[in-house]
């Protein structure tokens, strides 16, 4: 596996529906980040309705949060992951959405999502569950930036900092290397800054970090 996989590799090829059930459940959500998925949901709908041009879904995983919003969506839009197992239960999803067959304006593509095709760019780059697993968010956000349209968006959220118990599991997780790194939404304000693409906002549900950035 290559050396830019973000986490886990090995696990998201072996447990690509244990998370996918994870990440969707409300329970989980609750008790580990203080947060429910229904909330990735909203941060994602805000993305996809942010434009209309070509929009990229990166680090995509199973498209939890996301599968129906694209169905629904009328903008061609690519999703990306490194992990073959995991998009092919984005794909599925997708395809179950939208009644069987997966719209043709969506795209899978299995690859890093920091090394782009030749010229491609998108006006809207969507990332959930992202930068926690990111050691170098200025050059991430940085690489990612290059892949905007001219005015376009990057909508990125993270794991930060909340209460103690979601501490305690950021550590368990860091320690296991599941993540890259422990952040407070400070910090994450200030890296994100750092890369120097464009304004920046933030705002923080629990455990989870959404941040905006424009070019
Ligand atoms: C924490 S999961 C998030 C999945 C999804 N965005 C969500 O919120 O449910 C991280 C995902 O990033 C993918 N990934 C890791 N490194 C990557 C890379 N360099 N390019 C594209 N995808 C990557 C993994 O395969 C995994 O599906």
């Known amino acids: ?42 941060f994602a709908a805000q993305a996809i309705g942010s434009g209309q041009g070509p929009l990229l879904e ?5 498209a939890q949060a996301t599968a129906t919003l694209h169905v629904a969506s009328a ?10 197992p995991m998009l092919e239960l984005a ?17 899978l593509e299995c690859r890093d999502m920091l090394a782009p095709g030749a010229d491609r760019r998108y006006e809207t780059i969507l990332g959930l569950g992202l930068l926690h697993l990111v050691p170098d968010v200025a050059a991430t956000v940085g690489a990612l930036g290059r892949q ?3 005015h ?19 550590a368990l997780l860091k320690a296991h290397g599941d993540i890259a790194c422990i ?20 705002s923080r549900r629990g455990s989870m970090a959404y941040v905006e950035i424009s070019r």
Do not use: H
């Open 1 to 42: 596996m290559s050396e830019s996989f973000l986490g886990n590799p090995g696990y998201y090829a072996r447990c690509a529906k244990t998370y996918d059930a994870m990440i969707g459940s409300r329970l989980y959500n609750k008790v580990f980040w203080g947060t429910d998925p229904r909330q990735y949901s909203i």
């Open 58 to 62: 990166v680090a995509a995983g199973t």
């Open 75 to 84: 903008r061609e839009t690519t999703l990306v992951d490194m992990s073959a």
């Open 91 to 107: 794909g599925e999803s997708i395809a179950r959405a939208a009644g069987g067959t997966l719209p043709e304006r969506i795209t």
């Open 148 to 150: 905007l349209e001219e």
């Open 152 to 170: 376009g968006k990057l909508f990125l959220a993270s794991l930060v900092k909340g209460s103690a118990r979601s501490n305690a599991y950021l």
């Open 183 to 202: 952040r407070t939404a400070n910090e994450l304000f200030d890296q994100v800054r750092a890369s120097g693409l464009g304004p920046v906002t933030l």
